[in-house]
């Protein structure tokens, strides 16, 4: 069985990381995936420039919230990013990274491989 992995991914203003993060996931050895990216209007054009890199990438998709400063403390923003990215996703697992952390090489294909002989669990959290 194929399962298609969402990878939702919150960004804000970490340019220094921000490239890495995305390269764990073109890394991956598992290759059935999307990494939505929603970027919480980072002020910084260095995270644009980054981002910009990767617009016509087949699995990435990238988004920006477009909210104003002075919203931005108003809610939980990564949380209400993320519940945005879950309408938005099409995969039969969802998975998140930061824009400051990494994934190793064989992460999704540790995850896919355990969810798809445990068709039982709805959930399982694993930290590489």
């Given at each position: 069985m194929t399962a298609k992995v969402s990878i939702l991914m919150t960004c804000y203003n970490k340019p220094e990381w921000l490239r890495?993060?995305?390269?764990?996931?073109?890394?991956?050895?598992?290759?059935?995936?999307?990494?939505?990216?929603f970027d919480d209007n980072s002020p910084d054009p260095k995270v644009h420039e980054i981002l910009y890199h990767y617009m016509n990438h087949p699995q990435i998709q990238i988004w920006n919230s477009h909210i104003s400063e002075a919203?931005?403390?108003?809610?939980?923003?990564?949380?209400?990013?993320?519940?945005?990215?879950?309408?938005?996703?099409?995969g039969n697992y969802i998975t998140y990274l930061v824009d400051d952390d990494?994934?190793?090489?064989?992460?999704?294909?540790?995850?896919?491989?355990?969810m798809?002989?445990?068709?039982?669990?709805?959930?399982?959290?694993?930290?590489?």
């Open positions: 890495e993060s995305i390269e764990s996931v073109i890394e991956q050895t598992y290759t059935d995936w999307e990494l939505l990216i919203k931005r403390y108003n809610t939980a923003r990564y949380a209400t990013l993320i519940n945005e990215m879950f309408q938005l996703s099409v990494r994934y190793y090489p064989d992460r999704l294909q540790i995850l896919v491989d355990y798809d002989s445990h068709p039982d669990h709805q959930v399982v959290y694993h930290p590489l």
